[in-house]
């Protein structure tokens, strides 16, 4: 009885979450011919949302891609900042996101600092930037 | 540290620093991508009531001829109404007079032209216009008399050469943002014989500086009449500028000479070529095509005829039934309505339909030719038209406008249209970049984009998007709460347990089918309604954050919120009414409007307490109405908000 209930109820999570999926994918659709362009530097492909729904779907089923906690975001500039200072140069941070892990673009880099960096000190105090960026967030 | 640092403390260092940075990258790309999407609905949100509104004006016009055939005491007593509204030329010679006697006192300080015009003139007016100063009525009406002359011998489309010496530059919509148009004149030069320009319509309507853009491309447009070339856009109509600002901001700036101005504006519009074609090769025109658009025929057509999109040709004969779908037409039998010469005065049905597809058909990638059910005129058309009607008349590409793009321009159809857009920020500051495209034959054209900005150093990103964002939600909040009553009913008729609550998808539902603006609100959500912690919405919560200002306090809520959602119609409907621009009307005819528009838009509301609304308002105890203030009596409170009524516009 509980397991028709739970099943029924994921069924309607389900179509609820095709109907979610459908309509943010129309908005990006612009052409309305049921695709979405890539970004990529030329693009050469769409993706069609055939192929988009199923694996969507999962991937808000599943609850994949949660957004980060503060405190981990806020440890990872710590680790990067070992002297324990509260903040970083602007050069330890160029450095660190356009030559480690997947690098930045310049474009990205730029606008990461326009709005993370001090201008009078030309550094990033991190934990007033997570702070500003998650109330954002929400 | 000292020497001894072992390689693999080094190596657990680095890597700890590796994971570190990739917490942050892959945090940082998740923020910019919602920004993004944020951004996103924004523009969708925007676009969506915008052609909503469009709708609503072609809608207007259908009212118009529904008005002219029920309302007899106009056609007998009024005939002044019916000639303002659909006669053609007052004698030429009436308006010439009537400039040369305005005089320009020593004491104005604004710019002085020179006739016959130079390029000098054009630097003069930009000059001043960045210094806010205003034109004198008296050059206004000079440049546009001028203006109309030459464009008299134009023919409906400029043929235009290129050459890799002599590209030309194609702009799209400016929508009275002059900081865009001095933008493209400083980074792409000003016009010259060696640096051709077409501007590609609508210049007029939203922005605040429609008139100094008009002057700037007219004097251009006079300076080099070979190299500035003007294409009609839907908004060079004078239906279109009295709802979406033109009107107002002439009347605003020219307080003793405006109408005057409006009056040359409204035949200068009809002047304006449908399009340019460029070695033979490019076809530029304002909106798209359909396909039974026949470019020989519009060559032909006398382009003077269609005053505007809201004036379709009224039939003679009695016959002629509206077509289903987007075709604006009317049902008259007309009994001598029109006073002289009527038929040649106008453009057949044909005709006029195919100019309307041109100003107002928008590109989509499903095939075939649709009704543009978006905007309500002109129609959708897929890249099989495209091809068909480019390889008709052996053309390679259309470029058009018309429609806001996020990077300013946007190739489709297998790259045979292109869409450039020139305003930037168009909705708010944030929401789009502006481009150009500059052409010459053998090379693939160049876009360039721009955004103008006020502020000294660009704010970041999540920054512009908060404005972007919280202005569509505002937006969109009017929009509900002028449907509440509506809203409301369809809300309870599923709520059969009368909780107070629906499902996501219920609400989702019930906004989709009252208010049809085809937007994501499953994922809007989140801002304009409270959701409990089962995940259902409390439905009532879409109204608590704003309400209509009520005049007076006792009148019905129905009532208040009708006014409310139609002001916009009912300001234009008194503006035509209106023929002497007194800014009054009689009590009489306020009632007889309001009783064919509650009949023709079907709208049912009890007004039996309309009669004390306008007398509790404290308005003319004379029988007559001050229009605007009337309808600007009726505004929107955003609960939280800093800037109410000054921040909130009737049209």
Known sequence: MADDRDREGTEIAVAEFHKKIKEAFEVFDHESNNTVDVEE????GYIRFEKFLPVMTEVL??????????DILHRAFEVLDPAKRGFLSKEELIKYMTEVGERFSQEEMEEMLSAAIDPESNSIHYK??????VVDEN | MGCGTSSSMKDKKSEKALKAALVIQNWYRGHSAQLKTRQRYALTIFQSIEYADEQGQLELSNFFSFMLENYTRLLEEDSELVTHLFDSNIQDKDRQDYWVLIDVPDSYCGPRLQFPLTFTDIDLLIEAFKQQQILHAYYVLEVL???????????NFTHIKTSPSKEITICGDLHGKLDDLFLIYYKNGLPSVSNPYVFNGDFVDRGKNSMEILMILFVSFLVYPNDLHLNRGNHEDFMMNMRYGFTNEVLHKYKLHGKKILQVLEDIYTWLPIGTIIDNEILVIHGGISESTDLNLLHRIERNKLKSVLMPPIPIDGDHATEKGNKVGTTITARGIRTNGSLSEQLTKHEWEQVIDILWSDPRGKRGCYPNTGRGGGCYFGPDITSKILNKYQLKMLIRSHECKPEGYEICHDGKVITVFSA???YEEGSNRGAYIRVSSGTPPRFFQYQVTRATCLRPLYQRMNAVESRAIRMLKERMISQKTDLIRVFQLQDSSKSGKLSVGQWAFSMENILGLNLPWRSLSSHLVTTDKDGNIDYMSSFQDIHI?????EVQSTLIETVYRYR???????????????GLISMEEFRSIWKLFKSHYRVCVDD?????????????????IDFNEFLKAFYVVHKFDKLSKSDTKVA
């Not at chain 2, 109309?148 to 011998?153: D, I």
């Not at chain 2, 039996?608 to 007559?624: A, C, I, V």
């Open chain 1, 41 to 44: 530097e030329e693009p050469t």
């Open chain 1, 61 to 70: 089923l599943e609850r994949r891609y949660r957004p980060i906690p503060e």
């Open chain 1, 128 to 133: 007033d930037y997570i702070t500003m960026m």
């Open chain 2, 145 to 155: 008399f001028e203006t109309k002359k030459l464009l008299q011998q134009m023919p």
């Open chain 2, 424 to 426: 930037s920020n168009y």
């Open chain 2, 549 to 553: 200002q009520k005049p007076v306090k």
């Open chain 2, 568 to 582: 916009s119609d009912l300001q234009i409907i008194f503006n035509v009414i209106d023929s002497n621009h007194s």
């Open chain 2, 608 to 624: 039996s307490q309309l009669d004390e609304l306008t007398e509790r308002m404290d308005l003319n105890k004379d029988g007559s």
